[in-house]
């Protein structure tokens, strides 16, 4: 954590960079808003009750939580990064007002001066890309951290409603998405045994269980049993969530039909060839079947928030009924 004297000189020559030194400087200045007290991972924050310049410095649903939350941010981190454009599709027209932010170097770092000449009421960010720079960004505006569960983005929604005081919001959105999930999975009837796999290159794949993926849970839910287990898996497992496999280990991928999860961009792609290359591929059961699954990964694990929940939903039922009766 910086010192007091290092945050305040670099929140001086933030302001001095952007033009707002003078402003801060003057006697004149308006009451301060009404706050509310924000309990969160980094520390304790007040809150304006109403803020109305919100920045998101978060790759991992931020921004399409505010969205759904109905708060449009002035300004979000770039997605470039992972997905190849500044925001998600799903949410691109939505977030036509809203300012791309820049990097400062990593993807997750965020350049403090564009933060702090966008004179931002309240800043929302997930705790680990903002840990560093919180005591900086704190000098700037409110600032509340977020953790994200990529197994369940019902975690950040509630944070970030819970900073906003919206908490009725967030709720109507999480049973609003159950109650249709419900609705959708009846649709493909017995879901029997399934597979859920996710390349992630180096000839490396993952197998989950229902508590590491949000995909397999829903299914496991809706009645289906996920192959292979951990009990039965061959591979390295990580804890109770998937077990990492290697190519010769294929063959445990037994399922009836197979989820295959993947990511956008040129690394997604190659991952996903891999899978598909490999030489027990062709033999699976599901695969010379032709029961197989694709879905986006990135929605699948809430980095684009319920709105990508609901499209990864859609995507799964749509191609599983069109594959008809097991």
């Known amino acids: 954590m910086p010192s007091t004297d290092a945050t305040r000189r670099e929140f001086l020559a933030?302001?001095?960079?952007?033009?707002?030194?003078?402003a801060c400087a003057t006697t004149d200045r308006p009451a301060a808003p009404a706050t509310r007290t924000v309990h969160h991972p980094l520390g304790t924050t007040e809150v304006p009750l109403a803020p109305t310049r919100v920045v998101a410095l978060d790759r991992r649903a931020a921004?399409?939580?505010?969205?759904?939350?109905?708060?449009?941010?002035?300004?979000?981190?770039?997605y470039e990064s992972i997905i190849g454009t500044p925001f998600p599709p799903l949410v691109a027209e939505q977030a036509r007002d809203v300012a791309v932010l820049p990097v400062a170097g990593s993807a997750d770092d965020p350049n403090l001066e564009a933060v702090a000449a966008?004179?931002?009421?309240?800043?929302?960010?997930?705790?680990?890309?903002i840990d560093?720079?919180?005591?900086?960004?704190?000098?700037?505006?409110?600032?509340?951290?977020?953790?994200?569960?990529?197994?369940?983005?019902?975690?950040?929604?509630?944070a970030i409603a819970a900073a906003l005081g919206r908490e009725a919001e967030a709720e109507a959105v999480i049973s609003a998405f159950d109650e249709r999930r419900a609705v959708r999975l009846r649709e493909i009837g017995e879901i029997g045994d399934v597979s859920v796999v996710l390349g992630i290159g180096g000839q490396q794949f993952r197998v989950y269980q229902p508590a590491g993926s949000s995909v397999a849970r829903w299914l496991a839910e809706a009645g289906g049993r996920l192959v292979p287990d951990i009990a039965s898996a061959i591979g390295e497992p990580s804890g109770d969530?998937?077990?990492?496999?290697?190519?010769?280990?294929?063959?445990?991928?037994?399922?009836?039909?197979?989820?295959?999860?993947?990511?956008?961009?040129?690394?997604?792609?190659?991952?996903?060839?891999?899978?598909?290359?490999?030489p027990l591929w062709p033999t699976l059961p599901a695969v010379q079947a032709g029961r197989v699954v694709k879905v986006n990964s990135q929605e699948s694990v809430g980095s684009y928030g319920f709105q990508g929940y609901a499209s990864?939903?859609?995507?799964?039922?749509?191609?599983?009924?069109?594959?008809g009766p097991r």
């Not at 921004?63 to 770039?78: D, N, Q, S």
């Not at 966008?118 to 680990?128: A, F, K, M, N, Y």
């Not at 720079?133 to 951290?145: F, M, N, R």
Request: net charge negative; aromatic share 4%; no cysteine.
């Open 14 to 22: 933030i302001l001095a960079a952007t033009g707002l030194l003078s």
């Open 63 to 78: 921004l399409p939580h505010l969205l759904a939350l109905g708060v449009t941010p002035i300004g979000a981190l770039t």
């Open 118 to 129: 966008l004179r931002p009421d309240l800043v929302i960010g997930w705790t680990g890309g």
């Open 132 to 158: 560093e720079k919180y005591a900086a960004l704190s000098a700037i505006a409110p600032t509340v951290a977020v953790d994200v569960d990529f197994t369940d983005a019902a975690v950040s929604l509630r």
């Open 241 to 278: 969530e998937l077990v990492l496999i290697s190519p010769e280990n294929l063959g445990q991928i037994t399922g009836e039909t197979i989820v295959v999860m993947h990511n956008t961009g040129a690394a997604g792609e190659a991952a996903l060839a891999e899978l598909e290359g490999s």
């Open 312 to 323: 990864v939903l859609d995507a799964l039922v749509d191609q599983w009924t069109a594959l």
